[in-house]
């Protein structure tokens, strides 16, 4: 009888040479999760999560280039709309009444999820779509069900939050909706954007490096934990602030590995994302704070534990495989 948590059997991925079908052992035996996938790829060897990641960071390169360039050329016909479009200033802000700089910012970051697609495509060869699931492709069905779970977590306890007394945060501005006159212009490109800037980040975050990672270690601590820092440092908030960040990309990863996708990690993501930058639009709170306080610290501490808990009991009831498992063992190891 098959495990409702395994993928049904497969056979092992082809190669050109004997070395290169050698595939661990629980490739065979209980399946690879997540984190194991890459050795389910049409190559797969010791060094390529090394090469993807560089071929990665140069397409990223290149893309932000043209991005550059474009902007250049922007600079050249209309001043006064490059201008407008990125203003000087000492930081990179999020700027809610500018939907073209949130447009840019954002989507500079979202470019990193087609490098990272491509790379792995050119590098690793066929079944792509592993890199978001066992299943090969990305669960929509699924997605969507974790999409609503956060949505209404993240409802019920922002609604529970506005009962308690402010808190001040430290760096920033609030801007007022009656003093935002490109508002709408901003919530939509918000809409639009914030979806694959998340995804992008939970693409690299807990894709690419969760499976580099377990490439290299079987167990599935290492791949959840040790990007944990580098996903931490791209986020400058005070120490509180980078706990919680923290704390946030450790269940992305426990839920990426016990789901066996991105799905439930990407739909958090979008999610929160979303309901900071909506908050900022309607002048509630700053998108650009630094320092989020003792209370909001344990508000999003709250949200992330109360998501995982509802991801756990639905996953239970879904029947979804976690793990993909080869039919011929010749040759594990």
Request: hydrophobic residues 55%; neutral net charge; aromatic residues 10%.
């Amino acid at each position: 009888m098959t495990s409702p948590d395994a993928m049904p059997a497969m056979p092992a991925p082809p190669a050109a040479r004997p070395e290169a079908v050698t595939s661990p052992r629980d490739a065979y035996e209980g399946g690879l999760a997540f984190h194991r996938l890459v050795f389910a790829r049409h190559r797969h060897a010791w060094w390529t999560p090394l090469l993807v990641g560089v071929l990665g960071s140069a397409l990223y390169a290149a893309m932000l280039l043209v991005a550059v360039l474009a902007f250049a050329f922007v600079s050249l016909v209309d001043p006064v709309l490059a201008a407008g479009l990125l203003p000087a200033s000492d930081t990179v802000n999020f700027d809610l009444t500018n939907p073209l700089m949130l447009v840019v910012l954002l989507g500079s970051i979202a470019l990193m999820l087609p490098a990272y697609v491509l790379a792995s495509l050119i590098v690793n060869g066929r079944r792509v779509g592993l890199i978001s699931s066992a299943r090969g492709r990305l669960r929509w069905r699924w997605m969507l069900l974790c999409t609503g779970a956060a949505v209404v977590v993240a409802a019920v306890l922002t609604g529970v939050s506005f009962l308690l007394p402010a808190e001040e945060v430290v760096g920033g501005t609030v801007v007022a909706p009656a003093d935002n006159p490109y508002l709408w212009a901003s919530f939509i490109a918000i809409l639009l954007v914030v979806p694959f800037q998340a995804a992008a980040e939970e693409y690299v975050f807990r894709g690419y490096l969760m499976q580099a990672i377990g490439r290299w270690l079987r167990h599935p601590a290492f791949a959840i934990l040790l990007p944990v820092p580098l996903f931490v440092l791209g986020h400058l908030y005070d120490p509180l602030g980078q706990v919680s960040v923290g704390v946030f990309a450790v269940a992305a990863g426990w839920l990426t590995w016990r789901t066996g996708g991105l799905e439930a990690a990407i739909a958090l993501h979008v999610v929160n994302n979303l309901l900071a930058f909506m908050l900022g639009l309607a002048g509630v709170s700053d998108v650009n704070a630094t320092s989020p306080g003792v209370d909001s610290f344990i508000w999003s501490t709250v949200v992330v534990a109360a998501y995982v808990g509802v991801v756990e009991v639905l996953y239970r009831r879904s029947h979804l495989p976690r793990t993909l498992t080869f039919t011929t063992p010749a040759l594990a190891v």
